[in-house]
């Protein structure tokens, strides 16, 4: 499954939320950055300044991770 596919599936398993548009993904290559520049998760989710629920934007952070730049995954 294409990465664009599998973040749109992972989002609409976990949170209900099916994509109109493109922002999500934007949003998910714009995470990798932040990733790539040193950010930690929580100083992302702040960042977003999304409607959702912090848990949810944490979902989203996640996902985009494990989908578009999983080097920057944590390891248990």
């Keep these: ?3 664009d596919a599998r973040f749109r599936a992972v989002l609409q398993d976990q949170l209900g939320v099916t994509p109109v548009d493109d ?6 290559h714009q995470i990798c950055t932040w990733k790539a520049e040193g950010w930690w998760t929580d100083k992302i989710v702040s960042a977003m300044n999304g409607s959702n629920p912090p848990e949810d934007e944490q979902i989203i952070v996640e996902t985009a991770v494990q989908v578009y730049c999983p080097q ?3 390891r248990p």
């Design 1 to 3: 499954m294409p990465p």
């Design 72 to 74: 920057f995954a944590t």
């Design 23 to 28: 922002s999500l993904t934007r949003a998910a």
